[in-house]
């Protein structure tokens, strides 16, 4: 089938417009992808075969190139995996598993291309002659360093055992994932006495009605789904039922698990993905050269070495420690002299914490929902964004979508329409968990025949998972703690979609260190506790009433309440995976529950019962982009304190500081490395005391 008809008739190949998400079907999917596969094969080889990459490449006739081939799989991939996550079906899961191998093989035949890899070191050669810019050069670092890592400059036995590795551990990921969806939803809890959801918000006892309603259900339905997991962990009198949730989420995809078949929690669990994902891991660090595979992950982090990374976290965890220990002494006699609690455990924390917050600042997140109705808190969000970068924000109701909630927008400078972005912000049946960013279309200039030049604007999808609208009555209304996740996202579609690099390889946060990669995420959340930007973010959702001042007072209060024991917990997950990436995979041992003791030791104030499988569910590090990598967020948590400092000398909402911070930073995407961007802006390296500051912690 020629390119033109395989267009015409498959959704998926329509390059030059947006996703038909409506026309979409699974079995699209695997036509798509040989499709371009195999062109993409064949253009390659008369890249290989062209005589000016032959003898003395050039950017256009080289990388240009390859970008056009990267770009395409990319348009077609990348919306294979997105339907994945927000319309799983058993169809679409299929399709998505049958052709993730076929990305895997390409990309390391890709990677292994010894051709290839000598074109890109002869460009570098002549990066003087040619006059490259410095994204370019960059760019070409990174390309070479990728082919090293790929294992080009490997025996063949040895890249034919490196390739059998990246598709093995491709597939594990996926199974990881897949197990996570599936033990999450065979957990449900159908009620009929009400009695039983006492103290829980009426919002999320309409939900649990709703959801029941949509089984045919009467009464209620409690799910392991996020909003419905909070709301149970932090507001249900009920100890047991609290225990009873704690236990079914804590266990997930486990040998520990509850209420699933056991057929199929069998079949769920992680436990023996999670030690194949690590051996497998191993072996890919020792056929490269690297002494375990967090050396081989720094290797392209902002941070120099595994030690630095190592002095980093034990640093923090030294300063965290003594006032997580502190906060939790508080906590325990609270519980015991104000309730009779003698024994706080795992599942009492969230809930006891809630009442002690309550008693010292008079202010839970719950009835601050009344005050952050989503269409206000999206509306001030727009605002903020367009004050400090000087864009508009537009809805654009053109565009094909995936449902009926799910949103598109256009973000224009000048009249002109820069980027655009999908909003998927509600949980649903079929969704996976969590919040996140991915690229739709990359920026990027496209020589078309003619040597005419086209300008393709980046695209984002930005994914929450927030409590729908209870009733036909009631808007969403979000916690703070929802607003400071949506803030966070958009931060990192601001990353992607702002972007002026117009090189695939460094625009948006292509190329970007993926311990930097937060930073514009993290300084997003900064927002959400101006008192200014408060006021337009927020007002009661029935009366239009601004935030009362003593509310904003007690809300800004409790800030940094309990600040220490939320530290020490990143920490442990910090921790936890980078040791882990360190530690040698010892099979005659459950290896990983060591590990995680060990980080526990380190920094966890409260034990958890033996029954806690955490690590079968920690899908950021064995199915996402951060093992030996979680640290970054608390890397980036500095980088966007210090950062913030300086929009703090200068007044938050201040146009100039925000186009020094998007000319120097948020524009920059990858085409200079992460260090001298900050320094850059800040005239300074990265400082850990501006990060203490904000969260109140001391030195010690």
């Keep these: 089938m020629s390119t033109q008809s395989a267009s015409r008739s498959n959704p998926l190949l329509q390059f030059e417009r947006l996703p038909d998400f409506p026309a ?255 051996q497998l891991r191993q072996e890919m660090a020792s056929l490269l050269g690297y002494k375990n595979y967090a050396e081989l992950s720094v290797a392209r982090k902002m941070a120099k070495s595994v030690d630095q990374v190592n002095t980093f976290l034990d640093d923090l965890t030294r300063y965290s420690r003594p006032a997580a220990e502190r906060e939790f002494r508080e906590l325990g006699e609270f519980a015991r002299t104000q309730h009779g609690v003698e024994k706080l455990n795992a599942w009492d924390v969230s809930y006891y914490s809630e009442k002690l917050r309550k008693q010292n600042y008079d202010i839970s997140q719950e009835e601050l929902r009344a005050w952050f109705p989503l269409d206000k808190v999206r509306q001030g969000l727009f605002a903020i964004v367009e004050t400090l970068y000087g864009v508009q924000i537009e809805r654009d109701f053109g565009a094909g979508v995936w449902g009926p909630a799910v949103e598109f927008y256009n973000i224009r400078r000048d009249g002109e329409i820069v980027a655009r972005f999908y909003f998927d912000l509600f949980t649903r049946e079929g969704k996976r968990g969590g919040a996140w960013m991915a690229d739709c279309r990359s920026r990027r200039l496209i020589t078309l025949k003619g040597a005419a030049v086209q300008q393709q604007i980046p695209v984002a999808y930005l994914v929450c998972n927030f409590a729908p609208p209870a009733d036909a009555n009631t808007p969403a209304l979000l916690t703070h703690n929802d607003v400071t996740t949506l803030f966070h996202e958009f931060g990192h579609g601001l990353h992607h979609m702002l972007t002026r690099e117009n090189y695939l390889r460094c625009s948006g946060i292509n190329g970007v260190a993926w311990d930097a990669v937060e930073l514009p995420s993290q300084l997003m959340e900064n927002w959400c506790w101006d008192p200014e930007s408060i006021g337009l973010i927020s007002d009661h959702y029935q009366t239009g009433e601004p935030l009362p001042p003593a509310l904003l007072d007690k809300m800004l209060a409790a800030k940094n309440f309990q600040s220490g024991m939320h530290s020490v917990r990143q920490l442990e997950f910090a921790l936890f995976d980078f040791a882990l990436h360190q530690a040698p995979v010892e099979l005659s041992r459950d290896f990983v529950a060591d590990m995680l003791a060990m980080a526990r030791a380190k920094t966890a104030v409260y034990p958890v019962p033996d029954y806690n499988r955490f690590q079968n569910s920690f899908s950021h590090v064995f199915a996402g982009g951060y093992s030996a990598g979680y640290y970054s967020y608390k890397w980036a948590e500095v980088l966007s304190a210090d950062v913030f400092s300086r929009f703090e000398e200068s007044g938050v909402l201040n146009p100039a500081t925000g186009k020094a911070f998007y000319d120097k930073i948020l524009s920059r995407g990858g085409g200079v490395d992460a260090l001298s961007l900050f320094t850059d802006f800040m005239g300074r390296e990265p400082d850990l005391a501006a990060l203490l500051k904000q969260e109140g912690l001391q030195i010690q």
């Design 24 to 278: 979409l079907r699974a079995e699209h999917i695997r036509p798509a992808v040989e499709h371009v596969l195999s062109e993409n094969r064949v253009a390659l080889d008369a890249i290989l075969a062209d005589e000016r990459n032959q003898t003395a490449p050039d950017w256009h006739s080289l990388m240009d190139a390859l970008d056009d081939l990267d770009d395409r799989l990319t348009k077609v991939w990348s919306t294979a995996s997105h339907l994945n996550s927000v319309a799983n079906t058993p169809e679409i899961r299929e399709a998505y598993n049958a052709c993730q191998p076929l990305i895997t093989e390409y990309h390391a035949d890709l990677g292994q291309n010894e051709s290839l890899y000598a074109c890109v070191e002869a460009l570098s050669a002549r990066a003087d002659e040619l006059n490259l810019n410095g994204s370019q050069r960059k760019i070409i670092a990174d390309t070479l360093l990728d082919f090293r890592q790929a294992g080009v400059n490997l025996p063949a036995a040895d890249k034919k055992r490196f390739t059998d590795i990246q598709t093995r551990l491709s597939s594990l990921g996926n199974v990881f994932s897949n197990n996570v969806l599936d033990a999450t939803r065979a957990w449900t809890r159908h009620l009929t006495d009400n009695a039983l959801l006492a103290g829980i918000p009426d919002m999320s006892v309409q939900a649990a009605a709703t959801a029941a309603a949509g089984k045919g259900l009467h009464g209620y339905l409690l799910t392991l789904d996020f909003p419905c997991y909070y709301a149970v962990m932090t507001y249900a009198d009920n100890a047991g039922l609290r225990e009873e949730m704690y236990r079914a989420f804590s266990t997930r995809a486990s040998d520990q698990a509850v209420g699933a078949d056991p057929e199929a929690a069998d079949k769920w669990n992680n436990h023996d993905t999670i030690r194949d994902i690590m």
